[in-house]
């Protein structure tokens, strides 16, 4: 089992920026891969980022440039820097962990919100 809990969301003004952090229990955290997902209201979760156990990253078209996911293994502990936030970045926006080769070994934290006035 593993929990998920992120933090650092809230209210930013439009070109601002945000830290996410997202500390995760369990051992295998250096394995995972980590992403971070956001669903706006009324509209699907979308994946933002994410970062493989070897440190290879992706993101989603609408971030890049703007958006940075990292990892820190000996905190247990992943991140998502927002730059140039836009209001369209409002969100709930959530840790996953994944871990490749392993179909059940899925979990969710409970979400941050994330919003940007204009």
């Known amino acids: 089992q593993v929990q998920l809990v992120e933090s650092g969301g809230g209210l930013v003004q439009a070109g601002g920026s945000l830290r996410l952090s997202c500390a995760a229990s369990?051992?295998?955290?250096?394995?995972?891969?980590m992403g971070w997902y956001r669903q706006a209201p009324g509209k699907q979760r979308e994946l933002v980022a994410s970062?493989?156990?070897?440190?290879?990253?992706d993101y989603a078209d609408s971030v890049k440039g703007r958006f940075t996911i990292s990892r820190d293994n000996t905190k247990n502990t992943v991140y998502l820097q927002m730059n140039s936030l836009k209001p369209e970045d409002t969100a709930a926006y959530y840790c996953?962990?994944?871990?490749?080769?392993?179909?059940?070994?899925?979990?969710w934290g409970q979400g941050t919100q994330v919003t940007v006035s204009s």
């Open positions: 996953n962990a994944e871990l490749p080769g392993y179909i059940g070994y899925v979990y």
């Open positions: 369990g051992s295998m955290f250096s394995a995972n891969t």
């Open positions: 970062i493989t156990s070897r440190g290879s990253t």
